[in-house]
């Protein structure tokens, strides 16, 4: 059983930067990849930011080069670090973490992002 706990979601103008946080409850070097989705109302989660372990992050086409996700495994933590924020980032924000054997997701209680224009 793996428990994601989100933190630093909130309000900002366009053009602002926020980070953030996922701690989880297990050692990240447990969890084969964790990513970052975001969910407005009457649409589909979507994948914004992804790495596995051991490997190189993958991004949404619509964030790239203004998200980065990095973690700091001494912490179990996974940030996202978010700059020159666009009211189209407005959702709520996901951490989700994947094992790959058995095939299972868990999924953090997700964090409000509201970007101004």
């Known amino acids: 059983q793996v428990q994601l706990v989100e933190s630093g979601g909130g309000l900002v103008q366009a053009g602002g930067s926020l980070r953030l946080s996922c701690e989880a409850s297990v050692s990240i070097f447990s969890i084969n990849a964790m990513g970052w989705y975001r969910q407005t109302p009457g649409k589909q989660r979507e994948l914004v930011a992804r790495?596995?372990?051991?490997?190189?992050?993958n991004y949404a086409d619509s964030v790239k080069g203004r998200f980065t996700i990095s973690s700091d495994n001494a912490k179990n933590t996974v940030y996202l670090q978010m700059n020159s924020l666009k009211p189209e980032d407005t959702a709520v924000y996901y951490c989700n973490a994947e094992i790959f054997t058995p095939p299972y997701n868990y999924w953090g209680q997700g964090t409000q992002v509201t970007v101004s224009s």
């Open positions: 790495i596995t372990r051991g490997g190189s992050p």
